[in-house]
């Protein structure tokens, strides 16, 4: 299996996983935001945690990418806390819809900063799948101009730019459960202080809702950071957008959603232009290597 094939199964299993931890987070119910964001990566960093102390693996990062760690654990963070903010904030869809943004902005991150040019077809189809996603989200005009619409922007941006950060770490060989920890760490140490300040009650259910999207988080973080380590973010970044299609199955089976026409339009542009990548970039690299 090639290294793109896969980056491209790490994503769309990342995928997966996050849709599953995004039901858990909307099944736990009123929740400040940077409480759910300590849960989610709490699971994470025991997870890490666990798998450096079973592998031996020296915590040890070359000095020239610490600054490249700490830019990854700083955007995710705002990015996490961003995208659950807006959650609570605005329309699920709206949020959802802006967020789905960090695929395009991380393609658009590395071909500025690990040159990694993407091509036309590319990017064309990375706007293709983009297009989907607002037939699906339907986005009201109102809500992408509120001010909660800037901050799920913004968490789409910083998500973007903390997944690049994540593909200039794997190039350069740093382990990718180190990456999770130190992640992990500065998230819970983040939203430590407001935990400790701003603590709501939680009964038994929420709290396993909780631990339940951490745990499914944990697959995500483990799957998307692979992904980004596997292969650069013009191949696979596109397949991010699979989550919207499962979110509508989980939505389905839980919250009894069902899609109308337009959403079912949107998963054909999506599909569509999820194949039509995985068939041009199979020529592409078949040009390449000949």
């Not at 992640?183 to 929420?206: K, N, R």
């Not at 799957?223 to 380590?229: D, F, H, N, R, V």
Request: a positive charge; aromatic letters at 12%.
């Amino acid at each position: 299996m090639s290294q793109r094939t896969k980056g491209i199964c790490f994503m769309l299993c990342s995928a997966l996983c996050f849709s599953i931890m995004n039901a858990f987070v909307r099944l736990s119910g009123d929740i400040p935001s940077m409480q759910k964001m300590f849960f989610r990566n709490l699971i994470s960093l025991m997870a890490a945690l666990f798998l450096i102390q079973r592998e031996k693996i020296p915590i040890r990062v070359p000095r020239s990418q610490w600054k490249h760690l700490f830019s990854r654990s700083f955007f995710g963070t705002v990015g996490v806390f961003c995208n659950f903010y807006a959650v609570d904030h605005m329309l699920l869809s709206d949020a959802t819809m802006l967020n789905k943004m960090s695929p395009f902005f991380a393609m658009l991150f590395s071909a500025w900063l690990l040159r990694e040019g993407a091509t036309a077809v590319q990017v064309l189809l990375s706007c293709a799948a983009l297009g989907g996603c607002v037939f699906i989200l339907k986005p009201t005009v109102s809500g992408m101009i509120s001010p909660s619409a800037l901050v799920a922007l913004l968490g789409g941006l910083t998500a973007g730019l903390a997944y690049t950060e994540v593909r200039i770490l794997g190039v350069s060989k740093v382990n990718k459960d180190l990456i999770i920890l130190f992640f992990s760490l500065f998230s819970c140490l983040a939203a430590l202080p407001f935990l400790v300040f701003g603590y709501t009650p939680m009964t038994p259910g929420q709290l396993v809702f909780l631990l339940l999207a951490g745990t499914a988080a944990t697959g995500g973080q483990f799957c998307i950071t692979s992904a980004y380590c596997c292969a650069p973010a013009s191949e696979v970044a596109v397949y991010d957008y699979s989550q919207i299609l499962f979110a509508a199955v989980l939505g389905y089976v839980i919250f009894h959603q069902i899609p109308d026409m337009l959403s079912v339009t949107g998963y054909v542009i999506i599909c569509a232009a999820a194949a039509a990548m995985t068939l041009y970039n199979n020529r592409l690299c078949g040009t390449r290597s000949a």
